[in-house]
């Protein structure tokens, strides 16, 4: 099947997608004890409506970020383009590859595919469907939530070993 990428570390990539990631620490950003209560309704850092404008910016998504059990948020927005690899969009899917170090959950426009993005433990590559149509100017927030493990005894630190846009043509004429 062919297939063509983007590095979503690599500034031309980003820009091809006018992306830009943030981040945050906290499964709640900004709530005190990193957001961990009892009887949580979940993180609303993960849908795609958030409001993460004040988040720093990550230049880096490999750089180590650690203070013993840490949750970190990544997020960004992404706009389809028209082409990649010097071929039309049309008639591809589109995927997130990534890996998080070192359990991470991936959360495409507020949903998280349980099957596929639900948690992966201990750096286990992800292959997430963002779109199984995309088309170019289609809008698509991608958030990565990455926790430090193990969980009883944590260690090292959180930070994401890739992430790429795969794009990859059904049709094998293209």
């Given at each position: 099947?062919?297939?063509?990428?983007?590095?979503?570390?690599?500034?031309?990539?980003l820009?091809?997608?006018?992306?830009?990631?943030?981040?945050?620490?906290?499964?709640?950003?900004?709530?005190?004890?990193?957001?961990?209560?009892?009887?949580?309704?979940?993180s609303?850092?993960?849908?795609?409506?958030?409001?993460?404008?004040?988040?720093?910016?990550?230049?880096?998504?490999a750089?180590?970020?650690?203070?013993?059990?840490?949750?970190?948020?990544?997020?960004?927005?992404?706009?389809?383009?028209?082409?990649?690899?010097?071929?039309?969009?049309?008639?591809?899917?589109?995927?997130?590859?990534?890996?998080?170090?070192d359990?991470?959950?991936?959360?495409?426009?507020g949903?998280?595919?349980?099957?596929?993005?639900?948690?992966?433990?201990?750096?286990?590559?992800?292959?997430?469907?963002?779109?199984?149509?995309?088309?170019p100017?289609?809008?698509?927030?991608?958030?990565?939530?990455?926790?430090?493990?193990?969980?009883?005894?944590?260690?090292?630190?959180?930070?994401?070993?890739?992430?790429?846009?795969?794009?990859?043509?059904?049709d094998?004429?293209?």
């Amino acid at each position: 099947m062919p297939r063509a990428s983007l590095d979503l570390q690599n500034g031309g990539d980003l820009e091809a997608v006018s992306g830009e990631w943030r981040y945050a620490i906290g499964l709640v950003p900004g709530e005190p004890n990193e957001g961990l209560v009892a009887l949580s309704e979940g993180s609303p850092a993960r849908l795609a409506d958030y409001d993460d404008s004040e988040w720093e910016r990550c230049a880096d998504l490999a750089e180590w970020r650690s203070h013993g059990l840490s949750f970190i948020w990544y997020r960004i927005e992404i706009t389809i383009p028209e082409r990649i690899g010097g071929r039309d969009v049309a008639g591809t899917q589109c995927l997130l590859e990534t890996c998080i170090d070192d359990y991470g959950e991936v959360w495409i426009d507020g949903e998280c595919d349980l099957a596929k993005g639900a948690v992966q433990g201990f750096n286990i590559p992800q292959r997430v469907v963002v779109s199984a149509d995309p088309k170019p100017g289609d809008k698509h927030t991608i958030a990565l939530l990455a926790i430090n493990g193990p969980i009883a005894a944590p260690g090292g630190a959180v930070f994401v070993r890739y992430a790429t846009l795969a794009f990859e043509w059904r049709d094998s004429r293209y």
